[in-house]
C-alpha cells in the first residue's frame, strides 16, 4: 500500500473498525493487510471474496484466427499498460491487443505504443459500455498491476471463460491459479510477461485447457448470490449475537430485581 494510505488511511479504517463488531474483507490479502495495520482484531475480520452476476456472454475459442488479448483498466499509475506494451512488443506479429478504459495515462501509453511501433496491433478502445460482449470476442485477459485486492476485471474474464495472465499481486491468486486457469506473472516483470504471452498464444489446446477451467471457478466460487449468502450469514451471527447477550442481559436484569423485591420483602417482616 501506499505511504500516504499508511499514514492517513489506516487510521481512518482503524478507527471506524472499533465501532463495528465484523470486518469484511475481499481477499485473504486484504485480512492480512488488516492484521500488519492493526486495524481490527483477527475475531472481528471475515473474508468474502467479490462476486458478480453470471452471464450469458462466452468466449468462443478458435484456433484459426490471431488471438484477441484484452486488458480492461483505468490508466492510472497503478496499472502497468506500460509493461504491458513493451511485453506485447517482444512477442512475435500476429496477436492483437485490446486495452478498454480511460484514464490520465491513457496518451502516455499511446504514444508508447507509437514509440514501439506497434501501433498497427493495439487498440486503444476507451471505456465502454459493453465490456462482456468484447470479453466474449477475445481469447486472453491480462491484468498488469502493481497492486490488486481482489480485481472485478478478472472475475468477469473468468465468467466469459477466458484463459487470464495476471500480475502476481495482493488477492489476485485467490483468483487466478498458476497452471491451471491461467499465469500468474511478478508485478513489472517484462520478461515474464513476454513469455506468458508468447506461451498462451501459440497453443490453442493450452488456451481451451485454461479457459474451461477458468469458467468452472467462476462458477464454484464467484457467481455472486454465494457472497450474498456468506454476508447475510456474517449479519445473522453478530445479531444472534445481539441477541444473546440482550437475553443475558434481561435475564440479569430479571434476578436482580427479584432479588431487590425479596430484599425489601425481608426488611418489612423483620423486627421493628
Known sequence: MSPLWSALGAPCERLAANCCD???TVSEAGA????????????????????????????????????????VACFAEVKQHDVLLRAFA???????????????????????????????????????????PLLASSDVFVL???????????????????????SDVGGVREAVVH???????????????????????????????FAHAARQRF??????TQQEERTRSVYVDVLLEYGRVAHEVTRDSAIDLQTSKMGGHSRRMGPS
Open 22 to 24: 465484523r470486518v469484511i
Open 32 to 71: 492480512r493487510l488488516v492484521r500488519s495495520h492493526r486495524i481490527a482484531p483477527q475475531s472481528k475480520v471475515v473474508t468474502i471474496h467479490n462476486g458478480i452476476p453470471d452471464c450469458s456472454e462466452r468466449a468462443h475459442l478458435r484456433d484459426n484466427r490471431s488471438p484477441v488479448i484484452t486488458m
Open 90 to 132: 517482444h512477442i512475435r506479429p500476429g496477436p492483437r491487443l485490446r486495452l478498454i478504459g480511460d484514464g490520465p495515462k491513457r496518451a502516455i501509453s499511446e504514444k508508447l505504443a507509437r514509440d514501439l511501433r506497434i501501433q498497427d496491433r493495439v487498440e486503444f478502445l476507451g471505456d465502454r459500455a459493453d465490456v462482456a
Open 144 to 166: 498488469a498491476s502493481q497492486f490488486e485486492m481482489f480485481p472485478l476485471s478478472i472475475l468477469e474474464a473468468m465468467r466469459a471463460g477466458l484463459p487470464v495472465i495476471a
Open 179 to 209: 497452471g491451471e486457469t491461467g499465469f500468474l506473472v511478478p508485478s513489472g516483470s517484462i520478461p515474464a510477461l513476454a513469455q506468458a504471452l508468447t506461451q498462451i498464444t501459440g497453443n490453442f489446446d493450452l488456451r481451451l485447457h
Open 219 to 224: 462458477t464454484e466460487r464467484f457467481v455472486c
